[in-house]
């Protein structure tokens, strides 16, 4: 069993799946030594549900609850996988969210 926290999960998932060390050109063309790519966090299967349990909980601190927030989403490629995993923990929790 583990004992780091949730949060602690998801950083030590970002820092092995998401930021990649060595030569990487940017779509700006330019290079740089590194990259970071959340998109490999977000569509893990380990990740995801973290993501998606701690943005609700960070979202429940701010003080929005379920009849606050209809729905979730932004721009398709980096906000759908986001937007899945915060549905899915609001629905393991009881909660009805919606995405789009």
Known sequence: MSLSTPREQLR?????????????TLASGKEADYYVDLRRATLHHAAAPLIGH??????????????????VGGLTLGADPVAGALLHAAASRGLELDAF
Do not use: M, N, R, Y
């Open 54 to 71: 701690l943005l609700l909980d960070a979202l429940e601190e701010a003080g929005f609850g379920p009849a606050d927030i209809d729905a």
């Open 12 to 24: 030590d998932l970002i820092t092995s799946l998401a930021v990649v060390h060595g030569k990487v």
